[in-house]
C-alpha cells in the first residue's frame, strides 16, 4: 500500500504565500504523476497542478503564473508553492500520486487533504 501526508495549510492573507508538502511512503516501485487538488465548501474537486516524473507540468488557469509544482524524486515527495494568494484559493487542498507498487500493482491514492485559508 502507498500513504500520501499532506502539510504545510494553515490561514494566511491576501497576497500571502503558503507552501504545501506531500510525502508518499509505503510499497512504491515508481510514482507516476503526482499532483494537487482542491474541493471548496459546496463545490467539485478541481485539479490545480500536475506533474509527471519527468518534470512535465500542468496548471489550472485560475493558479497559473501563481502556483508552482514541484517534486523531489528521491523523497518521493510533492510540493505546491502558492503565492499572490487569493480568497477564491481557500478550500481543502489534496495530494494525489498514482504509480506501480513493489508487488506490481496499481495504484492511484489519495491525501488526508490540508485546509487553505485566505483572509481578506
Known amino acids: 500500500q502507498v500513504q500520501l501526508v499532506e502539510s504545510g495549510g494553515g490561514l494566511m492573507q491576501v497576497g500571502g504565500s503558503l507552501r504545501l508538502s506531500c510525502a508518499a511512503s509505503?510499497?512504491?516501485?515508481?510514482?507516476?504523476?503526482m499532483g494537487w487538488y482542491r474541493q471548496a465548501p459546496g463545490k467539485q474537486r478541481e485539479l490545480v497542478a500536475a506533474?509527471?516524473?519527468?518534470?512535465?507540468?500542468n496548471y489550472a488557469d485560475s493558479v497559473r503564473g501563481r502556483f508552482t509544482i514541484s517534486r523531489d524524486n528521491a523523497k518521493n515527495t510533492v510540493y505546491l508553492q502558492m503565492n499572490s494568494l487569493k480568497p477564491e484559493d481557500t478550500a481543502v487542498y489534496y495530494c494525489?500520486?498514482?504509480?506501480?507498487?513493489?508487488?506490481?500493482?496499481?495504484?492511484?491514492?489519495w491525501g488526508q487533504g490540508t485546509q487553505v485559508t485566505v483572509s481578506s
Open positions: 494525489n500520486a498514482d504509480g506501480f507498487t513493489t508487488k506490481g500493482y496499481k495504484y492511484d491514492t
Open positions: 509505503g510499497s512504491i516501485f515508481v510514482i507516476n504523476a
Open positions: 506533474i509527471t516524473r519527468g518534470g512535465s507540468t
